[in-house]
C-alpha cells in the first residue's frame, strides 16, 4: 500500500528564513505526490502535485517540491516565509495503479513562522 | 468559478442519532471523495463517487454511507453516531476520475456528537 511519512510534527522558522517540510513516500511504482496547505478551519488547498513530468515542481505562493527517487522524497521548500504561510501542511500519495481519486495524507506538519 | 460547498459548517448530534452531510462539487466535476480528519487519526478516505456510483471505499464501519445523484452532488450518511465520529468532515471534487487528478476540497462539515 501506498504511504507517506512527514517528518516533523511541528517546524518553526524565522520570518525571512528557509522553510523546509519534507516527506517520504513509500511505493512499488512510480506515485503521483501532492502538497496541501491547511488554514484553521479550513479545507485543504493544493500547492502542488507531481505526477512524473518534471521532478522540480513549482507551485503556488513561492512554493515548489523536488521528486528524488533515489532517496524517496518529496521536501516542500520555500525559499523565505512570510507570516501568512503559517499553517498546517499536508503530503499525500495516489496510487497510480487503481486506487482512483484517493489519496493518502501523512501525518500533516505544523508549520509556525516568527518575527 | 464557485468552489466545492458543504452544508451545513457546523453540526451538533447526541449519540445514537444520524446525520446527513451534503457536498456540491465544482460544476462539471463529476467525482467527489469524502475524507475524515480527527486529532487522532489524521485525514483518513471515507469513499469516493463516480457517475453516481462508489468507486472506491475506505476503511470505515457500515454505519457510514454516501451517494451521488445525477448533478454529482453527494451526501453522507452516520447512522447511530458514537463520540468517535466527532471530527471534521471534508468533501473533495475532480474533474475525472484517475490518479493524480487534482481534488479540490471544501471547508468542510464539523460534526460534534454529544
Known amino acids: 500500500a501506498q504511504s507517506v511519512t512527514q517528518l516533523g510534527s511541528h517546524v518553526s522558522v524565522s520570518e525571512g528564513a528557509l522553510v523546509l517540510l519534507r516527506c517520504n513516500y513509500s511505493?512499488?511504482?512510480?506515485?503521483?505526490l501532492f502538497w496541501y496547505v491547511q488554514y484553521p478551519n479550513q479545507g485543504l488547498q493544493l500547492l502542488l502535485k507531481?505526477?512524473?513530468?518534471?521532478?522540480l515542481v513549482k507551485g503556488i505562493n513561492g512554493f515548489e517540491a523536488e521528486f528524488k527517487k533515489s532517496e524517496t522524497s518529496f521536501h516542500l521548500t520555500k525559499p523565505s516565509a512570510h507570516m501568512s504561510d503559517a499553517a498546517e501542511y499536508f503530503c499525500?500519495?495516489?496510487?497510480?495503479?487503481?486506487?482512483?481519486?484517493?489519496?493518502?495524507f501523512g501525518t500533516g506538519t505544523q508549520l509556525k513562522v516568527e518575527l | 468559478k464557485a468552489g466545492v460547498t458543504q452544508t451545513p459548517r457546523y453540526l451538533i448530534k447526541t449519540r445514537g442519532q444520524q446525520v446527513t452531510l451534503s457536498c456540491s462539487p465544482i460544476?462539471?466535476?463529476?467525482?467527489v471523495s469524502w475524507y475524515q480528519q480527527t486529532p487522532g487519526q489524521g485525514l483518513q478516505f471515507l469513499f469516493e463517487?463516480?457517475?453516481?456510483?462508489?468507486?472506491n471505499k475506505g476503511n470505515f464501519p457500515g454505519r457510514f454511507s454516501g451517494r451521488q445523484f445525477s448533478n454529482s452532488r453527494s451526501e453522507m450518511n452516520v447512522s447511530t453516531l458514537e463520540l468517535g465520529d466527532s471530527a471534521l468532515y471534508l468533501c473533495?471534487?475532480?474533474?475525472?476520475?484517475?490518479?493524480?487528478?487534482?481534488?479540490?476540497f471544501g471547508q468542510g462539515t464539523r460534526l460534534t456528537v454529544v
Open positions: 473533495a471534487s475532480s474533474t475525472r476520475q484517475g490518479a493524480g487528478t487534482e481534488a479540490f
Open positions: 499525500a500519495v495516489s496510487d497510480p495503479a487503481g486506487g482512483g481519486n484517493k489519496l493518502t
Open positions: 507531481y505526477t512524473s513530468a518534471a521532478t
Open positions: 460544476s462539471g466535476h463529476r467525482s
Open positions: 511505493s512499488s511504482v512510480p506515485p503521483y
Open positions: 463517487y463516480f457517475s453516481e456510483t462508489q468507486r
